[in-house]
């Protein structure tokens, strides 16, 4: 724990001596950028596009949920039928009011004998209280062992190459959203092939006393450390949904255009899945919508969205692409809303463009 107030992730010391710019996110004292040769967004951007970014995503929480029923209440609690997942295989998910509004977005691996929830970190307390009220009735034990565990994301081209040089596991024929159990630079470690960027590359959970080791170990290698200004832009351009801004507890995963985590129909039934059902079956509100911008502008996270002089929505995520080179914005806007869309940028309406998402695909994903 800072002076501050805020915590510290375990890889404090190394941000710093980075250079990294730190900021408060979540409650954590977190690099947002990195000086020095390879820092600053547009680089470390370009970093994870090109070559190898790392990332500290400790902050992050992990919650296990164990016994005869931990089976049972993640599928009560999260919109994905997790009982499709196989031992070893982690899905995407939405945690729902009974509104249908978000309670958070998360991650769910299945283990052998129990199953991890990875909860964004500004709402873990708000997680944890929902999961085990709702789950009162049921034999399940929920442990937050978020404060036992780092997390380090290595994203990027080169990222799997230059991890399997300090792993024995055989990385390449880990698939996407799969995951093993095994060691990373001689520490126990869990091995995700998974991501927050559009690139390849694993996501690491070992003990917090390790990570500083690995870090070290992965900069050494030539990983150019990134920050959240980045990871950011990355994800954006990805087309990933950024809870807090294109998804709260007012947005429902529909709604947000994460309906590929949503399974309506499965036994048995989730929290929302009522509310859900409605969305699907009349048709949501409100959309979120892909947006270029075709005048001069950024389209900021709260601008006002326009179709001609009716109020439509707003932009939830915007930025400048370090990729495309050209502004880039996500926007929740009402269903009605037509294809000839503005943004207010400084009081004046700038066209924009509605296009498909993601905005970026990697090359082997296939083109934009």
Known sequence: MAENGLKRT???????????????????EMPVQYTGENGGIKAEHGAVRNHAGLFDVSHMGEVFFRGADAEVAVQRLVTRDVSRLEVGQAGYAAVCHESGGTVDDVLVYKRESDYLVVVNAANREKDLAHFRLNTADLDVEIADESEGWALLAL????????????????????????????????KPAILSRTGYTGEDGFEVYLKPDDAPGLWKTLTDAGAVPAGLGARDTLRLEAGMCLYGNDLSDDVSPLE??????VHLIKEPGF???????????????????????EGRGIARHGYTVTDGAEIVGEVTSGTQSPTLGKAIALALVDSHAGD????????RPVPVKIVGLPFYKRESQGTT
Not at 155 to 184: C, H, N
């Open 10 to 28: 375990p890889l404090h010391r190394e941000h710093v001596e980075a250079g990294a710019k730190l900021v408060d996110f979540a409650g954590y």
């Open 155 to 186: 994203q990027g081209p080169e990222a799997v190459g230059m991890l399997q040089r300090f792993t024995g596991a055989d990385l390449a024929s880990i698939k996407y959203y799969r995951f093993v159990e095994g060691e990373v630079d001689g």
């Open 256 to 261: 947000a255009g994460i309906g590929f985590a």
């Open 271 to 293: 929290i929302g899945q009522a509310a859900l059902l409605g969305q699907d079956l009349d048709g949501a509100q409100r959309k979120l919508v892909a947006l270029e911008v």
């Open 340 to 347: 000839d869309l503005q943004v207010i940028v400084r009081e």
